[in-house]
């Protein structure tokens, strides 16, 4: 139980440069638009950034393996049709079975 | 999940919506930051070094990323500049919030965004222009005590948890991220877009496959696609942009 309270003065101040710098990215957008004028192609591309982030960061997991593919895609076929923690339970229960099989 | 068109609610009715909202994300943040934690007690930290983390940084992804580079051994300057490149894509994501902020003074506006992750980011655009700050800290509080508890229970437990993979349970953050994803589907010509961003994340994670460029990488690409499918639109004010 010690040893879960010992907190590392090094890696406090990891922590804290990490805080900021994230804390600076959350506080930055509002910050950078309000001083920067967008043209439509601009907000085209910062309307479709979210789902090009997303995408980002699922697609390196999701293609991974064909057992992770085929769930992947069976979650996003129901994401739109069923509450999202019953999408989330049945995509995670889909991998399981897909990974024994494939 | 749809959020129905609705009266003007009291703060106290917008918090308790936004916790509602919050919680089938809560859901699938629970096993994903009871799997950081575990991960992050195999890495060497201590349940106070996890949780100090997860109540300043509050940034999944990226403390995944720290804590598997404070595992390696890495300096803490790259650790740092390595959370900082997963959560450049807060900037764009900001930047849409921007208009629901407008007239929101400096200092309160800064606090709440502190709680600005992708999930809160998500639910809070679809609100449209109805978005409260109460609905804002509703949803976020949830989240940050949601992530607080299961980081830390899940240092505490430790290595309980020898093979996450084994209960499909590395799978969470790809099924909720994919939910998250459908929300923004707006017809065939978000596809373009998307299709572009998953090429240049794959092709960058085929170079880095350790780091983090591939999601600045799709981000760019996606937006690039985006904005040359956009480029007509709006023709009568390109004089003036």
């Known amino acids: 139980m010690l040893e879960a309270l010992r907190l590392d003065w090094d890696l406090f101040a990891v922590v804290l440069g990490g805080a900021l710098v994230t804390w600076m990215t959350r506080i930055g957008g509002p910050w950078l638009i309000a001083r920067v004028r967008l043209g439509p192609a601009a907000n085209a591309a910062l309307e479709a950034t979210p789902g090009a982030v997303l995408v980002a960061l699922v697609a390196p997991a999701a293609l991974s393996r064909p057992s992770d593919a085929l769930a992947a895609a069976f979650v996003c076929l129901i994401a739109r049709r069923v509450p999202m923690v019953v999408a989330v339970v049945a995509g995670v229960v889909a991998v399981v079975l897909l990974r024994r099989l494939l | ?241």
């Open chain 2, 1 to 241: 999940m749809t959020i129905p068109a609705s009266p003007p609610k009291s703060p106290g009715q917008e918090f308790a919506l936004g916790t509602v909202h919050a919680l089938p994300i809560v859901a699938g943040a629970i096993p994903f930051g009871f799997l950081l934690g575990s991960l992050a007690a195999k890495a060497g930290l201590s349940a106070i070094d996890m949780g100090l983390m997860s109540a300043l940084v509050f940034a999944g992804s990226s403390q995944f990323v720290a804590v598997e580079l404070l595992g390696k051994g890495s300096a803490g300057l790259a650790v740092v500049g390595a959370i900082l490149l997963v959560n450049l894509r807060h900037l764009l994501m900001g930047a849409t919030l921007a208009p629901r902020f407008r007239g929101v003074p400096a200092a309160r506006a800064g606090l709440a965004l502190f709680f600005m992750t992708d999930e809160q980011w998500a639910l809070s655009l679809r609100r449209g222009p109805g978005l409260t700050l109460a609905y804002w800290y509703g949803v976020g509080l949830t989240l940050y005590l949601a992530w607080l508890a299961s980081t830390v229970a899940g240092t505490l437990a430790g290595a309980l948890i020898a093979d996450p993979a084994a209960w499909g349970l590395d799978f969470t953050f790809i099924a909720v991220f994919l939910c998250l994803l459908a929300g923004f589907w707006r017809g065939v010509g978000s596809l373009p877009p998307w299709l572009a961003s998953a090429a240049a994340a794959l092709a960058v994670h085929a170079l880095s496959p350790g780091g983090t460029w591939h999601i600045l990488a799709g981000a760019l690409a996606g937006g690039a696609v985006a904005g040359w499918q956009g480029r007509g639109q709006g023709k009568e004010r390109a004089s003036d942009a």
